[in-house]
């Protein structure tokens, strides 16, 4: 499966602010997507990252917080903007591979907001 | 409404012995099905899966998870559980084109020595 790397492993930030999350892909990979763990949770889907297009947003989530880019086929950026306490969270990147029908899930970004 | 269930938030075992962990779905169709653990302070790392085909399957590090139509079910075992798998355990469901997967509130799991 797919090697997937993710920056920052984790950050503790101010409210107010906002931070940009990467995830990187050592291979092409045909769908991306984002998720947040809060904490003692399970995972929400927040978006899958399109290449060369806009993000498609779940339910709940909105571009204005949530901006998704993917410029090319092994990275993607999910930024949490204007950032709150409840904004923390674990944030996942997570890669299906052509034809796998299958996720494989980035190390995670673990946020703190004060 | 396509949903999945994990009955139990916490199960405490004794290493060596063994272990089920239910999952329970709601979905329109057949649905693809995966279990995941997470370690602390880890992502997710996928254990098995189910498409189609032999209902019972294997997976990494020892464990299994038979699928049960008729009873909605897709339950993880391990006959002999080590102290390294104390982590916590999701089941998901998916289908469709883009797979987007829905997870259960997750199984955290306690190995006592």
């Known amino acids: 499966s797919a090697v997937i790397s993710q920056k920052p492993s984790r950050d503790i930030c101010q409210r107010g602010t906002s931070l940009t999350i990467q995830c990187q892909v050592d291979?092409?990979?045909?769908?991306m997507f984002w998720y947040r763990q809060q904490p003692g949770q399970s995972l929400t889907l927040i978006a899958t990252?399109?290449?060369?297009?806009?993000?498609?947003?779940e339910s709940g989530f909105v571009i204005d917080k949530f901006p998704i880019s993917r410029p090319n086929l092994t990275f993607s950026t999910l930024t949490v903007s204007n950032m709150s306490p409840e904004d923390s969270s674990i944030y996942l990147c997570?890669?299906?591979?052509?034809?796998?029908?299958?996720?494989?899930f980035g190390p995670g970004t673990r946020l703190l907001v004060l | 409404a396509q949903s999945v269930t994990q009955p139990d938030i916490h199960i405490t075992v004794s290493e060596g012995a063994s272990l089920e962990l239910r999952c329970n779905y709601s979905?329109?169709?057949?649905?693809?099905l995966f279990w995941y653990v997470q370690s602390p302070g880890q992502g997710l790392q996928l254990l098995l899966k189910?498409?189609?085909?032999?209902?019972l399957v294997q997976g990494i590090k020892g464990f299994e998870a038979e699928f049960k139509r008729s009873q909605s079910s897709f339950n993880l075992r391990k006959p002999s559980v080590h102290w390294s798998d104390a982590a916590e355990y999701f089941c998901?469901?998916?289908?469709?084109?883009?797979?987007?997967?829905?997870f259960g509130t997750g199984t955290l799991l306690a190995v006592q020595p």
């Open positions: 291979s092409q990979v045909t769908m």
């Open positions: 997570s890669v299906e591979e052509a034809s796998r029908e299958t996720q494989y």
């Open positions: 189910y498409f189609s085909g032999d209902t």
């Open positions: 990252a399109n290449q060369g297009s806009e993000a498609t947003y």
């Open positions: 979905y329109g169709a057949t649905p693809y």
């Open positions: 998901a469901v998916g289908r469709g084109a883009t797979n987007k997967l829905i």
